[in-house]
């Protein structure tokens, strides 16, 4: 029982500071229409034919402040060549919260608040913050659990662009 139990710890351990990617085979991207912060419906449909990285995350979440400026650059390398990245808060303070950070970090990609129905269409999110990528034709190929670095962005969509 004692050997069990040490192994979740150190598979959580593993997780939260390494992440966790996995390969499944493809599946249709649940869709969902957000709204920004300015009323801007974001539509995962209206985004076929380019590749979106769909990234859950909260204001208070360590690891997901890490990876905002890899997020951030990447997004400035990639998005003429048909990269989008959409940011789902899973913030419950709504955008008062939100609004203010997003400004603070100087996110330019599309941030929308999501909720416990679009968290359970891509799976159940456990642990944020979790990134799913999807290809040109609505497919998720690829998601990860855990802060990403920006090689590791990368790597995750530069064979979709």
């Not at 808060?89 to 100087?106: C, R, Y």
């Not at 456990?126 to 034709?137: G, L, N, V």
Request: proline content about 4%; some cysteine; charged content about 20%.
């Amino acid at each position: 029982m004692k050997r069990i139990a040490a192994f979740l710890v150190m598979s959580a351990f593993v997780v939260f500071f390494t992440g966790y990617s996995a390969e499944k085979t493809p599946k249709k991207a649940p869709n969902f229409s957000l709204k920004t912060a300015d009323g801007t419906v974001i539509d995962l449909s209206r985004l076929k034919g380019k590749t979106v990285v769909v990234n859950f995350w909260a204001t208070w979440c360590g690891p997901c402040r890490a990876e905002i400026p890899a997020f951030l650059e990447v997004y400035a390398k990639y998005k003429s060549k048909g990269l989008e990245i959409v940011g789902i808060s899973l913030d419950q303070g709504g955008w008062s919260e939100i609004t203010p950070f997003v400004k603070k970090f100087n996110i330019v990609y599309p941030v929308v608040i999501g909720d416990d129905k679009i968290a359970k269409q891509y799976g159940g999110i456990d642990a944020i913050p979790a990134t799913f990528i999807i290809d040109k034709t609505g497919l998720i190929v690829n998601q990860h659990v855990g802060s990403l670095k920006k090689e590791d962005l990368e790597n995750l969509i530069k064979g979709i662009l």
